[in-house]
């Protein structure tokens, strides 16, 4: 559950990779074909067809690359051709994806997309474009790949010959897992729910409204009956806004909005507001005039007066309930109406159950604690963790901009602010507008306090680019620090300290160059800048003081990010074919691809080699693989036969030598 609410709200793209060893095997498990349809009014079908190998598949459209892996979009290259803004996509299949820890939208088998276009001005000969995509099985994930096309107008089909591209799905793996999605939704909104009921909008409410339907009523079980009609009500209002908010902006809508970086901020300040409010600098209510209106229309009594009593409710906490309410519809952006629906009814039963418990065993109402300064407590709590949790939202929209505001190092320093500030509230020692001096602590408070205090202890050395493994994913990666000099850049880098270890390079021939300049040994690191088994083997792996010494003293470090997307020189396009995997050399990223494919016999990343002065291969590789020992192993082997090989920058018996694609 604490996985899977972190990456509801707070999630980051990456893509997995095998957990073995570096073996040698080139992955194509996709092939793409396209076909035109005419539909004689000046517009054309286009059909993008996919066929995944078994145990394989391509992600939807409407995956949120923030929270996962890559959905899969369309381009034209080709002037002057209109589409709608997405293709139309079947209805993909939903389950838990092992590699990202989420339950995500995804096609297996055959799949097909259709985007109807149309021209601005003369019509072209043909249609040019790409496909970019992702496909993972249970295990790995390749990197992102492009698919060119070019279709000639010439060979368009009736209308009538285009077959149906949504084929009945049987089988797979979706529906129980789907179920066991929206089922997670549900409790994440109905912990939401039980946190709204222990704030001192509505906890007080409580006893209150309990004790007026007991007295009201004529028998107890009146008195039950009205207090469970009040608490279905309260279901109704509260389900049925997720439902209109979902209707009025629609799934499709929330999805692409919520992987903008603008959204991103705009959510950040929205979040800084309400926890703003939470800590007592200004409350945020509806207008007074709806609740009048709300509880006029209650005095009439019967079933209309308490759904409107519980109308009322609604109006009147949401100063309290709205902040979670909104964290509550952010966790359910699954793209349909089930996420909301589920989210919001957990969210509603939560506090509904109360006020029909209690109707029915009014005595134990005298069980409940009192009103008091604890609830403002929570609610300053809450208030506390919004803010926190908004700054996740500000570094979603760094990364994507790359502004460089909100790196690894500060953000870390923001959240040993805010578990620093829990803590000392905790103990008494700070105090907000609403509190009450605390005269004694509680356990529960005393605990609390304690738990932030050594999170904020722990989390301190980060802030100086210490390794903090406890929260990894969380906070910017490790590349994305003040301590790295930053991508594409070259030169040798800086002692770090902590074995933090930064690439020198992020150009092979450059790197080449200073290996024979320094007489070491080059490794090659090809990795992703959206990989997470690279960003754990540099964070669980690399800062081990062994591997953290051969990597900054002994080797010259050359990352080379195979998703690169830097376009080449027109002059430097290539098209490349290896086991047969074609590679379209367009940007950076296909160039080292390319080269890892062709040299090593591999594309799955990450993956290391040490390279001679010469440009040769010493011997061994190394893949993905979180025990230090191994790794530690593979680099004393190597750089064991590169010194016993005394190896000098010399082309020795006119071998060729691994270089780039020139």
């Known amino acids: 559950m604490k996985k899977f609410i972190l990456s509801a709200l707070l999630a980051i793209t990456v893509w997995a990779v095998p957990s073995g060893s570096a073996d040698a095997q080139i992955y194509d498990p996709i092939q793409w074909d396209r076909a035109l349809f005419d539909n004689g009014d000046g517009t054309f079908d286009l059909v993008h067809h996919a066929a995944l190998e078994e145990h394989w598949h391509i992600y939807s459209q409407l995956v949120d690359p923030m929270y996962g892996p890559i959905p899969t979009s369309f381009y034209f290259e080709t002037e002057g051709v209109e589409t709608d803004t997405i293709a139309a996509e079947c209805t ?33 000969d043909s249609i040019k474009g790409s496909a970019y995509f992702m496909v993972c099985d249970d295990s790995k994930c390749l990197p992102p790949d492009d698919a060119f096309y070019a279709v000639a107008l010439s060979d368009a089909l009736p209308a009538s010959e285009k077959p149906e591209y949504c084929p009945e799905t049987t089988g797979g793996h979706g529906s129980s897992d789907k179920d066991s999605g929206i089922l997670m939704l549900f409790f994440l909104g109905m912990g939401l729910g039980f946190a709204a009921l222990l704030t001192p909008c509505v906890f007080p409410l409580i006893p209150m409204t309990v004790s007026f339907f007991t007295k009201q009523s004529k028998t107890k079980a009146e008195g039950i009956r009205n207090a469970t009609i009040y608490g279905l009500s309260i279901i109704v209002i509260y389900t049925g806004l997720g439902l209109l908010i979902t209707a009025l902006f629609g799934v499709d809508v929330m999805n692409a909005i919520s992987t903008d970086p603008f959204f991103n901020i705009f959510l950040f300040l929205l979040l800084v507001i309400f926890g703003a409010s939470f800590l007592g600098a200004f409350e945020i209510q509806l207008p007074q005039s709806w609740a009048g209106k709300m509880d006029a229309k209650a005095d009439k009594g019967g079933l209309i007066g308490i759904f409107f009593m519980a109308a009322t409710l609604a109006i009147v906490s949401f100063s309290c309930t709205g902040p979670l309410i909104g ?148 906070p910017p990666p490790m590349f994305y620090s003040e301590l790295s000099s930053g991508h594409g850049s070259s030169g040798a880098s800086s002692s770090m300290g902590h074995g933090v270890v930064e690439a020198q390079f992020h150009d092979y021939e450059e790197g080449l160059a200073a290996a024979r300049e320094q007489n070491k040994p080059m490794l090659l690191d090809f990795t992703g800048w959206a990989c997470v088994n690279c960003r754990k083997m540099e964070e669980q792996v690399w800062t081990d003081p062994r591997v953290a010494n051969m990597l900054n003293n002994d080797v010259i470090l050359v990352s080379l990010y195979v998703d690169e997307r830097t ?24 160039k080292w691809s390319y080269m890892q494919a062709d040299r090593f016999g591999t594309n799955a990343q990450p993956f290391y080699a040490l390279i001679d002065l010469n440009g040769e291969h010493i011997g061994g590789t190394a893949g993905y693989d979180p025990d230090p020992d191994p790794f530690v192993k593979f680099l004393k082997k190597e750089l064991a036969t590169f010194t016993n090989n005394n190896h000098t920058p010399t082309q020795r018996n006119n071998k060729p030598s691994l270089k780039t694609l020139d």
């Open 92 to 124: 993909p299949l939903e389950a838990y994806d092992p590699n990202f820890m989420l339950d995500l939208k995804f096609f297996a088998g055959d799949v097909r997309w259709v985007q109807t276009v149309r021209f601005e001005g003369t019509a072209p």
């Open 567 to 590: 376009k080449l020189d027109e002059a430097d396009y290539r098209d490349e074919t290896y086991g047969g995997k074609s590679f379209k050399i367009r940007t950076i990223g296909k």
């Open 327 to 474: 964290s509550a519809l952010a966790g359910a952006a699954t793209g349909d109406y089930g996420g909301p629906i589920a989210v919001m009814f957990g969210f509603s039963l939560a506090l509904a159950i109360p006020f029909s418990f209690f109707a029915a065993f009014p005595g134990l109402l005298n069980s409940l604690p009192q009103s008091g300064g604890w609830l403002n407590t929570v609610k300053v709590f809450l208030g506390l963790l919004e803010i926190g949790f908004a700054f996740k939202f500000l570094s979603n929209a760094d990364l994507v901009l790359q502004l460089g505001l909100l790196k690894r190092e500060l953000f870390i320093a923001i959240w040993v602010m805010i578990s620093l500030t829990i803590a000392l509230y905790m103990f008494g020692a700070l105090r907000f507008p609403h509190d009450s001096k605390l005269e004694k602590m509680s356990v529960p408070r005393w605990a609390t306090g304690a738990v932030f205090m050594t999170l904020a202890i722990y989390m301190l050395p980060g802030t100086w680019g210490a390794p903090v493994k406890l929260i990894a994913g969380f």
